[in-house]
T-cell receptor
Framework: QKEVEQNSGPLSVPEGAIASLNCTYSDRGSQSFFWYRQYSGKSPELIMSIYSNGDKEDGRFTAQLNKASQYVSLLIRDSQPSDSATYLCAVHSSGNTGKLIFGQGTTLQVKP | DGGITQSPKYLFRKEGQNVTLSCEQNLNHDAMYWYRQDPGQGLRLIYYSQIVNDFQKGDIAEGYSVSREKKESFPLTVTSAQKNPTAFYLC????????????FGAGTRLSVL
């Protein structure tokens, strides 16, 4: 069974701090990795995608991928109360199916 | 506006009843997916379709059925065989050749009366 693991949290950080969210996956053949943000009662929205080892930055968000360690992370700089949400890590399943495997999500609370 | 439309937003099912959730997309995406989300949980794949007239079971297909007669539409039927249907149902679509990014509709919240 291919798995994606996240700490469910909640992760609590003060406003302006860096929030660090982590994810590990079991499928060594995975090539595509995604972070989705989900506000309570809403559907997930894509915030980052990453396909190669290293860092990818987009505004206040940085995704980090280490395929050797099967580890992907998301850093949120200058955290804002509006960043309070559940962050879902998703990993593309190897094989030509387009299937994503989701972690259970990490709840982030940014306190003013 | 391009997007994925799910309807209804809220749905109530009586005992022994089949209900159908609608998912329509105008993004010209080839692949479509149905997920179920229970409180505090991630998304679990019910069914997916990579092309019209073809679909595959996901991890939790029992008690559900789908059809894919048109590229734009991928309805999900929750049958009476699904004994615990209360959940948030999400439809997604993607173009597999563009990095497998999936985009989601707003979801349907199903409850049992």
């Amino acid at each position: 069974q291919k798995e994606v693991e996240q700490n469910s949290g909640p992760l609590s950080v003060p406003e302006g701090a860096i929030a660090s969210l982590n994810c590990t996956y079991s499928d060594r053949g995975s090539q595509s990795f995604f972070w989705y943000r989900q506000y309570s009662g809403k559907s997930p929205e894509l915030i980052m995608s990453i396909y190669s080892n290293g860092d990818k930055e987009d505004g206040r968000f940085t995704a980090q991928l280490n395929k050797a360690s099967q580890y992907v992370s998301l850093l949120i700089r200058d955290s804002q109360p509006s960043d309070s949400a559940t962050y879902l890590c998703a990993v593309h399943s190897s094989g030509n199916t387009g299937k994503l495997i989701f972690g259970q999500g990490t709840t982030l609370q940014v306190k003013p | 506006d391009g997007g994925i439309t799910q309807s209804p937003k809220y749905l109530f099912r009586k005992e022994g009843q089949n209900v159908t959730l609608s998912c329509e997309q105008n993004l010209n995406h080839d692949a479509m997916y149905w997920y179920r989300q229970d409180p505090g949980q991630g998304l679990r794949l019910i069914y997916y379709s990579q092309i019209v007239n073809d679909f595959q079971k996901g991890d939790i297909a029992e008690g559900y059925s789908v059809s894919r007669e048109k590229k734009e539409s991928f309805p999900l039927t929750v049958t009476s065989a699904q004994k615990n249907p209360t959940a948030f149902y999400l439809c997604a679509s993607s173009i597999p050749d563009t990095g497998n990014i999936q985009y989601f509709g707003a979801g349907t919240r199903l409850s049992v009366l």
